[in-house]
């Protein structure tokens, strides 16, 4: 789960990484009286899960009242590559002499934190990895030991930071950061600039913080952070339902158990001709309830003409999705959708029986995987 920069800068401040003092605000009105608070100048910026808002005009500098309005007014609705902004935080105003990088990052390849550090920050990180690799510091850490003093002068001696000052307080922010790392079970801490103030001050003006999803139940309130307004509403719902789905742009409702055949079911369609709608994966279990949930998820998008349901039972019961798709046929208004089933291994003959004794024109089975594409594609038609 991706945070918010503010909600980054929250968590960091949480650990003693310094950052700005700020406010969020979802309107212009309350952005100028947010800026009344904190003074001017202040920085307007756009809250949105995408990096270089900077460059696509969503973070302003304001000096005053009326330009604090204006800006806001740019912001709020600003497309940044597809995601519109509804939520800006009003920052009081750094002066930046330096910019800097920081990041922790779990390497998976290792299994291991991975920090970086480079003086070369507040461009793209991976121009610096490719233009100036010597600049960029990387050091692999022992979760097992934990940060160690050693870890920082390593890196900063590295880097080439020069100044005492500095040197000291990038030490402190690093195992902050480190801490916040572990603390939150993130994936992802970056902060890019770290900046150097023209009084020496080193602080964090950005945050990019990535939780491991795996890890939520541990952290009810940064599960509640969720930007849900950010997200697909389709997609929120499914969250909330529990269905795994993935929005495609076509017109045949993709419903399979498991990731492997739900994909290659996906790919099927797209062979015959056909354009998936989604990626809709009942799980192992595919309980009656798991069906009705995954249909209501389904169409809820108006894009779907056709629904196939794609079961190969193993630990999945045939007749227990074929009850499924009847009862959520009882339940929600599913006259306007052909549904086409093809079910097969455990208790498939049952399930083939239930749906043949229940009788309904909408639905039709078919025996292979490439004949149901086949049927629900036409039937999108
Ligand atoms: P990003 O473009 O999404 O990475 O957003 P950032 O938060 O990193 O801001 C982009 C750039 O705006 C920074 O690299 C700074 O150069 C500039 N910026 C952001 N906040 C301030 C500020 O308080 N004062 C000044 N002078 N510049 C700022
Ligand atoms: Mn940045």
């Given at each position: ?37 904190i ?43 597809g ?38 920050g ?145 790919d ?85 029986a ?10 039709h ?10 049927r ?6």
């Open positions: 789960m991706d945070l918010l920069e503010y909600q980054g800068k929250q968590l960091f401040d949480r650990h003693g990484v310094p950052v700005p003092s700020g406010s969020p605000a979802t309107t212009v009105e309350e952005a100028v009286a947010a800026a009344d608070e003074g001017h100048p202040c920085v307007v910026k756009a809250q949105v899960l995408t990096g270089g808002r900077g460059k696509a005009g969503g973070v302003q500098l304001a000096d005053d009242p009326a330009e604090t309005e204006a800006r806001a007014r740019d912001i709020l609705g600003l497309d940044i590559r995601h519109v902004v509804r939520k800006l935080w009003i920052e009081r105003a750094s002066e930046i002499a330096k910019e800097y990088y920081l990041s922790v990052t779990f390497d998976r390849g290792t299994k291991k934190p991975l920090l970086m550090l480079t003086k070369e507040g461009v793209e990180i991976e121009q610096v990895a490719e233009e100036s690799p010597d600049a960029l510091v990387r050091l692999h850490l022992d979760a097992s030991e934990g940060f160690q003093p050693w870890v920082a002068r390593r890196l900063i001696y590295g880097a080439r930071v020069e100044d005492a000052g500095e040197q000291k307080q990038i030490g402190a922010i690093m195992e902050s950061l480190y801490r916040a790392f572990v603390e939150f079970d993130a994936m992802l801490c970056e902060i890019n600039p770290l900046i150097v103030t023209p009084d020496g001050e080193v602080k964090a003006l950005d945050s990019k913080f990535t939780v491991d999803d795996n890890a939520l139940f541990r952290h009810p309130d940064i599960s509640e952070m969720r930007d849900t307004a950010a997200a697909d509403p389709i997609e929120a719902f499914a969250r909330e339902k529990g269905v795994t789905y993935v929005k495609l742009d076509g017109n045949v409702g993709i419903c399979g158990n498991g990731a492997g055949l739900s994909m290659s079911t996906v099927v369609v797209a062979h015959v001709g056909g354009r998936p709608a989604n990626f809709c994966d009942l799980g192992g279990g595919g309980s009656a309830q798991g069906v009705v949930d995954a249909l209501e998820v389904i169409t809820r998008d108006p894009q779907v003409k056709s629904i196939f349901f794609n079961v190969f039972g193993g630990i999945t019961r045939g007749d227990e999705v074929a009850r499924g798709i009847l009862e959520a046929l009882e339940r929600l208004d599913m006259s306007k959708y052909p549904i086409v089933v093809r079910l097969d291994g455990t208790n498939a003959v049952e399930g083939r239930l749906l043949a004794e229940a009788g309904k024109p909408n639905i089975t078919e025996a292979t995987m490439l004949d149901g594409a086949r629900a594609v036409e039937l999108a038609k």
